[in-house]
């Protein structure tokens, strides 16, 4: 019997990741992967560019039988009455928006906005930059008849690709925009109103097993996504057969399907951004703004902290240094705890967390004696590690269980950052073996609307062996950090 196949599609900031997996058993079959463009600001066009060039060097989607797209939040994408793209998507880490997210939180109060939408509006939410659309471009602001998130385009160019009216999103990913509530299911037209003037019209909210529509191999071939000899046609299967799409998700939301994350367990992720998230079975508002109320792919809810400057804190330190990842690790493995009194505070984009976002990075307490490779490197992880070590107080001050610590992302192959992140983070900390965690939680998102019933399909991810890695807590090397963080 021919297995089944489903397709996980990654559409990260920095790249498109595509994972072809058996439906059944979750046994990775093969995948690709394709760069995007750097920079705040990215025309969709290049995320479908990216997603077809990955989905050809995975082998092609011939022999499969459903798909889900996961991707970065927040980003802002605009159409026209035609579905044309009106001006290059902001994405998440465009902080240009961030008086308008003052603005916003001044004219309608931060608790209000925590109780109406789960989140207060930072730089980052779709909501401020629909603000500082209208304000600062109010010619592109007219002509949006429709706003998506990246996810959301990704599936509409899959399933139709013209029609504006079919545009569809997933409750996990349309948490974060800042004007629909996971609390009540419902958006908030209301605080769309408040931020753009009017509403454009939104994509349809699907839930966690919905399937977005489907697609026919032959809009596949007219896409260039199926190549000459096929896997559909080398296995019997029917030309005419059609490919399911599933609901999409949020990047951190696909991570949490992907490892089969569950009450009590939290997350910290370090990419591009950092997170730390929970899952839990009630909705947060957190009217500090400093957690993030989000819902998750699943039907529950997903508490997440974000910082802007993670492993990019890191690629600065090899810059400065002029070393490579692994000698990066090396160096600051061979410096003491604490660097000798060397401390960095990361906030080399700005930052979110807290919510910072002209604020420059700093380097405090240099001396001769800690004036070394290894104690910069050292101090470039500690402080890193520190920033995401906030995250994790938040989600625990808001009373979230903490009984495991998963550690995840590019950051997390570092050895360095597996062995020193116990002792900044306070408990041991479990260590999946590398993977592409939010591409496969779109592959059982897939399998999920391919199957249905009511629970995601629980495959033997590797992330059910983790490496445990322990170490004592020094909880003077926090306040340290906090010390220089709060001048």
Known sequence: MTARLVAGIDSSTQSCKVVIRDADTGALVRSGSAPHPAGTEVHPSAWWDALCQATAAAGGLGDVAALSVAAQQHGMVCLDADGSVVRPALLWNDTRSAQAASDLVGEFGAKEWAEAAGTVPVASFTVTKLRWLADHEPAH????AAVCLPHDWLTWRLTDGRDISTLSTDRSDVSGTGYWSPATGEYRRDLLRLAFGREPLLPRVLGPAQRAGELEPSGFAAAGLLNA?????????????????????????????????RPGDVVVSIGTSGTVFAVCDTPS??????????????????????????????????????VSPGELSRLALSAPPGADGLTLIPYLEGE??????DAAGSLHGLRLANSTPAHLARAYVEGMLCGLADGLDAITALGIPVERIMLIGGGARSEAVRRIAPAILGRPVLVPAPGEYVADGAAVQAAWALNGGDAPPRWNAAAEAPELFEDQALPWLRERYRGYRDL
């Open 229 to 261: 000899g096929s896997a559909r046609s080398r296995l019997g299967v029917a030309e005419s057969e059609p490919l399911l799409l599933g609901a999409g998700a949020g990047d951190n939301a696909g991570a949490a399907l992907g490892l089969a994350v």
């Open 285 to 322: 508002a957190d009217p500090t703004g400093i957690i993030a109320g989000f819902a998750d792919a699943t039907g529950r809810y997903l508490p997440l902290v974000c910082t802007l400057n993670a492993a990019r804190v890191l690629d600065a330190g090899r810059a400065l240094l002029g």
């Open 141 to 144: 602001a007219e002509r949006t």
């Open 352 to 357: 979110r967390t807290p919510n910072r976002p």
